[in-house]
């Protein structure tokens, strides 16, 4: 395959994400052995980077095939081949900019090696260690960063919160009077609603901030209310604390500017 890539992982991936093998494709994965050493020192311990160094070690142990040193281990259907492999020396080049025989540097001399082996497909070392990423860049070395965690497009998330004027005044009064909120029927909305949009509604007399309960199908007058000391101070920090704070609601992701208070909420 043409475009089919080799890469070679850094123990911090491993760390990060046990099961970063099933991320890659139909690409080839190079572990060096540098990286299983450095494994074993995590592995005691009752920190997320101690479960993961554990459950690595255990997925690897599950590929018993020889090949694993040699030719790689088969990985599947649509997948590539796992390597484990050792760097015999330390490349000129590694000892002309970084003298000292570190972890990092045979990791570097591993990617050369395998780059020197493969010269017809493009070697990427992986690593979430900056200082790493620039010694590799410093090199000539491609290099990525792994970030299966990080959202990359942020409109996936809705927005917290809406104006909507020009209502009833008799509908919000009726909001206020009922404290299990008000049928969504009973409301006209130019978009379809998703569960636990926010509001605020507002008519020539009167507002009130509003939140859709996917759970009862209806519109909720969300009060602003302290919790475990904190005090909203605006629209966004009331319903962030309102969605907190409801027990149906499992899973809250809050998005915005530096200073809205996220941290202090989380």
């Known amino acids: 395959m043409a475009n089919k890539k080799n890469f070679i992982i850094d123990t911090n991936v491993i760390l990060h994400d046990y099961s970063f093998i099933e991320n ?27 479960f993961n160094a554990r459950a690595f070690v255990r997925e690897l142990d599950l590929i018993t095939d020889d090949n694993l040193f040699k030719q790689g281990a088969d990985l ?48 990427i070392l992986v690593t979430k260690d900056i200082n790493l990423r620039m010694k590799a860049r410093s090199l000539g070395i491609p290099v990525e960063d ?75 007058r969300v009060d602003k209310e302290p919790s475990f000391g904190i005090s909203p101070r605006n629209a966004e920090q009331t319903f962030a604390l309102g969605v907190l704070n409801d027990p149906d609601i499992k899973l809250v992701g809050i998005t915005g500017k530096a200073g809205t208070g996220k941290t202090l909420l989380a």
């Open 24 to 50: 890659f494709e139909e690409n080839d994965i190079y572990i060096p052995f540098v990286v299983l050493e450095e494994l074993d020192k995590f592995k005691k311990g009752n920190e997320q980077i101690n």
């Open 76 to 123: 599947g259907v649509g997948r590539g081949k796992l390597y484990i492999v050792n760097s015999v020396k330390t490349h000129d080049k590694i000892i002309e900019a970084f003298p000292e025989r570190t972890p990092d540097n045979r990791i570097l001399s591993t990617v050369l090696d395998v780059t020197e082996k493969h010269p017809k497909m493009k070697t």
């Open 146 to 220: 792994y970030i299966n965690d990080k959202v990359i497009d942020i409109d996936v998330f809705g927005r917290g919160e809406q104006v909507i004027e020009g209502l009833n005044p008799e509908l919000i009064d009726k909001i206020y009077a009922q404290p299990t909120g008000v049928d969504v029927d009973e409301f006209t909305f130019d978009n379809p609603l998703v569960p636990n949009d926010s509001f605020v509604l507002k008519s020539e007399r009167n507002s009130v901030l509003a939140r859709y309960n996917p759970f009862t199908q209806k519109i909720i």
